[in-house]
């Protein structure tokens, strides 16, 4: 079983940042890949970024390549996502995701199997 919690959302204004956590409980990180999805009211989730177990690889959607970066600390497990130049588009509610899976390209959002409860975020102009 895994168990995920976000936190670091918040209110900006645009053009600002937010670093978001994602703290990852589970008795083994053997092959787990984590990655940051987003949602607002009435849409489908959003595939943002993925970093892979092992060496760490890491995917990223087009509209947060270059603003958004994906890390993790092994150590104690917890993902994050750096985000910079935030736009008011960028507002929604953002989850962490994990799988184990890795048949479908990263960004498919069924093969995430544990997610987190979600942290918002709001851009303001």
């Known amino acids: 079983q895994v168990q995920l919690m976000e936190s670091g959302g918040g209110s900006v204004e645009a053009g600002g940042s937010l670093r978001l956590s994602c703290a990852v409980t589970t008795s083994s990180t053997y092959g787990l890949d984590v990655a940051w999805f987003r949602q607002t009211p009435g849409n489908e989730r959003e595939a943002l970024a993925a970093?892979?177990?092992?060496?760490?690889?890491?995917y990223y959607a087009a509209s947060v390549k270059g603003r958004f970066t994906i890390s993790r600390n092994i150590a104690n497990y917890t993902g994050y996502m750096q985000m910079h130049n935030l736009r008011t588009e960028d507002t929604a509610m953002y989850l962490c995701?994990?799988?184990?899976?890795?048949?479908?390209?990263?960004?498919?959002?069924?093969?995430?199997?544990?997610w987190g409860q979600g942290t918002q975020v709001a851009v303001s102009t």
């Open positions: 970093i892979y177990s092992g060496a760490g690889s890491t």
């Open positions: 995701a994990a799988k184990r899976c890795r048949r479908e390209p990263w960004s498919t959002v069924s093969q995430y199997n544990f």
